[in-house]
């Protein structure tokens, strides 16, 4: 489960990272950040990657956003069982009809806010699991869609894009609403736990 590159030593090998190196990087950032160590988190040879620092900044971006938008958000994956149903639930309300990197950006948030949750109720063997469980989710329901849109490489470029960009600006506010989804997602399980 090491975090290198596809094509190591090639001039485009910045963009062709494994899904695993992605989420996992991404989720032990997101852990590191509020005080925890994934003790069993691949080791990342990469840490200055393009991909992987444009996906911390946009990911913590996003999560102050819902944060201020939607406060009960968090505290609403916070009785959330963590378990793969209710992840590829969520992950599927996240995507919604139609697939962009802002929603792409929603599902590697929220799983870095469900690995943050699982250190606090002491499951932190939850946290391999829920890599795999995104790892999956992001290959089977979004790689294709993110190969027809240049890969990572296209990623990058959207959100290095001026923040005056129409595109990126309607990216966002899909998101939110997509976001909008989980949360009434988040609130059904927890009526049900």
């Known amino acids: 489960m090491g975090c290198k590159s596809k094509a190591a030593g090639e001039a485009e090998g910045d963009f062709t990272l494994n899904m695993n190196c992605i989420v996992s990087d ?5 852990l590191k950040k509020a005080g925890f ?35 009960d958000l968090c505290s609403s994956y916070a009785k959330i ?18 697939l962009n990197w802002g929603r792409v950006v929603g599902i590697l948030t929220f799983s870095g806010i469900m690995a943050r949750q699982c250190m606090v109720s002491g499951q932190a063997n939850k946290v391999d699991y829920l890599v795999d469980w995104t790892c999956n989710f992001i290959s089977k329901k979004v790689e294709p869609w993110t190969r027809e849109h240049n890969g990572w490489k296209g990623f990058v470029d959207f959100f290095s894009r001026p923040t005056k960009d129409t595109e990126q600006k309607t990216g966002w506010k ?20």
């Open 174 to 193: 899909l998101l939110t609403l997509g976001a909008i989804g989980v949360a009434a997602l988040g609130a059904i399980f927890v009526q049900r736990t």
């Open 26 to 30: 991404y989720i032990n950032y997101r």
């Open 81 to 98: 069982d963590v378990n793969a149903d209710s992840v590829n639930k969520i992950y599927e309300e996240t995507i919604g009809n139609e």
């Open 37 to 71: 160590n994934w003790s069993t988190s691949p080791q990342c040879t990469l840490p200055d990657n393009e991909v992987l620092v444009t996906v911390r900044r946009i990911c913590d971006e996003f999560e102050e956003r819902v944060s201020k938008q939607f406060p």
